[in-house]
């Protein structure tokens, strides 16, 4: 499988994607904003764009489609609740469904809730195995849930389906905010030396060219999965006292999530 990871440059942070099967040219394009850079990077690669698949409804990510299609003829794949919400979807894809692209690509579908209702993300089944995971994880961070969204479904989908994934799984969002995420982990866990090094690699990175974590790094660097972490719990505390009545890993992530939006 070829993963061409497309930075839009622009004022969003989008990565864009393109999936091509090495012995056929068929290719995958992945919520696609910047139809124009997917459609000359396919060009000139030789390849085929046969499907498309957005990751979820939001304009930053669905507002290619049409003039991708008009120019391939690609399917259109979403979730199959994200009928009333992304016009023209050709094929309604459910958590358990795997899309195949050419003959080396196999991605599963996970059904993903939490920054949308109906978000999806792909895990590709490969000798490395990646995550095309859309808004729902960032590099160090996590998905808002301001638009259609709703943070106790995205706690759900982090305890019972990313934090089960191969610690080699490399990881593709949909946007590049890894430095200040980072910054945000260091804010409540200033002693996280893994996180310290990271920052230091990635401070002003070319995002034509970004460092690409996978899930055993995220699990050292990403505040959304160390709800265990002592400090972390204690900085929690500091800030909404109220919660010490009621700490649990979900109302750990629950704040962290409001931290977040506001920090």
Same mark, same amino acid.
């Given at each position: ?16 994607? /393109? /999936? *091509? ?10 919520? @696609?904003?910047? $139809? ?5 990077? *396919? ?21 290619? !489609?049409?003039?991708?299609? %008009? ?22 894809? %459910? ?17 993903? @809730? ?11 089944? %490969? !000798?490395?195995?990646? /995550?095309?995971?859309?808004?729902? /994880? ?36 949909? $946007? ?18 893994? *996180? ?6 990635? %401070? ?5 060219? @970004? ?23 204690? !900085? ?28």
């Amino acid at each position: 499988m070829i993963v061409e990871q497309i930075w839009t440059n622009n004022p969003y942070r989008n990565f864009n994607y /393109l /999936l *091509a099967c090495d012995e056929t040219g068929e290719a995958l394009a992945i919520d @696609p904003l910047d $139809h124009s850079k997917c459609l000359n990077i *396919a060009k000139d690669n030789g390849w085929d764009i046969t499907k498309i698949i957005n990751t979820h409804h939001h304009l930053d990510h669905i507002g290619g !489609n049409d003039q991708l299609i %008009s120019k391939t003829n690609a399917k259109l794949l979403a979730h199959e609740n994200a009928n009333h919400l992304i016009n023209n979807i050709d094929i309604g894809l %459910s958590g358990g469904d795997v899309v195949k692209i050419g003959k080396t690509i196999e991605l599963e579908v996970l059904d993903t @809730p939490g920054h949308t209702m109906s978000h999806v993300c792909l895990l590709s089944h %490969s !000798n490395v195995p990646s /995550l095309f995971s859309g808004d729902t /994880l960032f590099n160090a961070g996590a998905g808002n849930c301001h638009n259609g969204g709703d943070p106790y479904y995205l706690f759900s989908t982090f305890k019972n389906i990313l934090s089960k994934l191969k610690d080699d799984t490399l990881l593709y969002p949909g $946007h590049e905010y890894i430095e200040n995420n980072i910054r945000f982990t260091l804010n409540l866990e200033p002693d996280n030396l893994y *996180a310290k090094d990271m920052l230091d690699r990635v %401070s002003n990175q070319d995002p034509n060219y @970004p460092f690409v974590t996978n899930i055993g790094i995220e699990k050292k660097i990403n505040t959304f999965f160390r709800l265990n972490e002592k400090l972390i719990i204690e !900085n929690i505390v500091k800030l909404d006292p109220e919660i010490k009545n009621k700490l649990n890993k979900k109302n750990i992530f629950l704040a962290l999530r409001e931290l977040r939006n506001n920090w």
